[in-house]
């Protein structure tokens, strides 16, 4: 069974994973705790945006690998929250790790290590694959169905950036720059236009039918939107146009535009008087625009009986 959590369950959880010890003197930081702090700003951040969000985990819990990777059916696109360990204890720097061949993964895994350096002046050490026996040598990337990127913060084995993990403003920081990277990636990056309707056919001269009243657009889960308007009189049928192109010549009074891309799309409907056969008349557009929000599964790394990487200063 998949556990995905609400964000308000979680954000009652908040402060409960006791994980983290700190003293004037110096402390000790677990990596499992790190990874569900950042992942908690970054759910809500995107939530903000009008993302669609879980998360795999939402309290100090152990999560088997193959689960959290399952959890992303359907979704599009899977982001694991890691920080660093290394044996060598001076290494320092921002990494992600995206699935072989991905193309989009690569260009996002690297906006993130980018932004995350950006907001956090942490080292940019860049944006790999790993390959293995199977293919993918993580887990969560190989059995990932959706686009799977491993983001691995700071590392918690060099006693500066494990300080600075220990703070919450640090830890804000890396997880900005993850939303960032994905809310512009994501949200902001328009769907391209098509061209739009030609100018309204008018005949006779001047006589042009009535833009349809009370367009909308209704989200109908499942990459489908229900598109709804009120009759016009004199109308024989309409046309549906998205993002400036044509996509259905001839609906009667309502549509459902299906298999569509994540992403804002504008729509436009006109009513059309169809004489024997022939378009006489058209109307000018009627306009609305709607979100297909995107998933996205955030999975904060190791948690319970997993500690991940162990920091100490
Ligand atoms: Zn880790």
């Given at each position: ?5 609400g ?13 983290t010890?700190?003293?004037a003197?110096?402390g ?7 990874t569900?702090d950042e992942s908690?700003?970054v759910a809500e951040?995107?939530?903000a945006?009008?993302?669609d ?5 939402g309290d ?9 990777a ?12 890691h ?7 001076s ?7 995206y699935?072989i ?13 980018r932004?995350i350096?950006a907001?956090?002046?942490t ?5 790999f694959?790993r390959?293995?026996d ?9 059995e990932s169905p959706?686009?799977?990127?491993i983001?691995?913060g ?5 006693a500066g ?5 220990s703070?919450a403003?640090f830890?804000r ?7 960032d ?7 902001l990056t328009?769907?391209p236009?098509?061209?739009g309707?030609?100018?309204p056919?008018?005949?006779p ?9 009370g ?21 024989t ?6 993002d400036g192109r044509?996509?259905?010549p001839n609906?009667?009074?309502g ?6 891309a994540t992403g804002r ?5 006109r009513?059309v008087l ?5 378009v ?5 557009s009627?306009i ?10 955030v999975?904060?790394?190791?948690g319970?009986?997993?500690p991940g990487?162990v920091?100490?200063?």
């Amino acid at each position: 069974m998949r556990r995905l959590v609400g964000l308000l369950a979680i954000l009652a959880l908040l402060g409960v994973t006791g994980a983290t010890r700190v003293s004037a003197a110096g402390g000790t930081i677990y990596e499992k705790a790190t990874t569900l702090d950042e992942s908690f700003v970054v759910a809500e951040r995107l939530r903000a945006a009008g993302v669609d969000v879980a998360l795999t985990r939402g309290d100090d819990r152990y999560v088997e690998l193959s689960r959290r990777a399952a959890a992303s059916r359907g979704a599009d696109l899977l982001v694991s929250i890691h920080n660093n360990g290394s044996t060598s204890r001076s290494v320092v720097g921002t990494e992600a790790y995206y699935q072989i061949g991905n193309r989009f993964g690569g260009q996002l895994a690297y906006d993130i290590v980018r932004r995350i350096s950006a907001k956090a002046g942490t080292v940019v050490r860049g944006a790999f694959t790993r390959r293995g026996d199977n293919g993918d040598y993580y887990a969560v990337l190989r059995e990932s169905p959706a686009t799977a990127i491993i983001v691995e913060g700071a590392f918690i084995s060099n006693a500066g950036e494990a300080r600075r993990l220990s703070t919450a403003d640090f830890r804000r920081r890396i997880a900005d720059g993850i939303a960032d990277a994905l809310i512009n990636r994501l949200v902001l990056t328009p769907v391209p236009q098509g061209a739009g309707p030609p100018a309204p056919k008018s005949t006779p001269v001047g006589a042009v039918l009535p833009a349809p009243d009370g367009l909308a657009a209704a989200f109908a889960g499942n990459h489908a939107m229900n598109l709804s308007w009120r009759a016009v009189t004199g109308a024989t049928h309409y046309e549906v146009w998205r993002d400036g192109r044509l996509i259905a010549p001839n609906v009667g009074s309502g549509f459902t535009d299906r298999g569509l891309a994540t992403g804002r799309h504008r729509y436009e409907v006109r009513a059309v008087l169809d004489v024997a056969g022939a378009v006489v008349q058209q109307s000018n557009s009627a306009i609305t625009e709607a979100l297909v929000p995107w998933r996205v599964i955030v999975d904060p790394g190791h948690g319970g009986r997993d500690p991940g990487a162990v920091g100490r200063w």
